[in-house]
């Protein structure tokens, strides 16, 4: 059984900067593409963020140019950096590796 741990949610004003982290617990990690997903309330839940195993990576056009995907293959991690965060921007993160997920960390942007 894989898990996923993440943890750097938060509460942050607008404008200000989170690092979202995933962890998971398979060497497995090595071999997949990982991705950040969100759902806000009301929504349906959204890819925000992928790095593929050859380290190339998509982002959602909400957040090109404000956060960036990376991942550590030695600590089977992934991690999202946020940065010029907007109120819509609120939601829970989700790490995703392949049919594994996490268990979410809030994010909330507001002043």
């Known amino acids: 059984q894989v898990q996923l741990v993440e943890s750097g949610g938060g509460l942050v004003q607008p404008g200000g900067s989170l690092r979202l982290s995933c962890a998971a617990s398979t060497s497995i990690f090595t071999i997949y593409d990982a991705g950040w997903y969100r759902q806000a309330p009301g929504r349906q839940r959204e890819r925000v963020a992928i790095i593929f195993r050859h380290l190339t990576t998509n982002y959602a056009d909400s957040v090109k140019g404000r956060f960036t995907i990376s991942r550590d293959n030695a600590k089977n991690t992934v991690y999202l950096q946020m940065n010029n965060l907007k109120p819509d921007d609120t939601a829970v993160y989700y790490c995703?590796?392949?049919?594994?997920w996490g268990q979410g960390t809030q994010v909330t942007v507001s002043s």
């Open positions: 995703n590796l392949v049919l594994y």
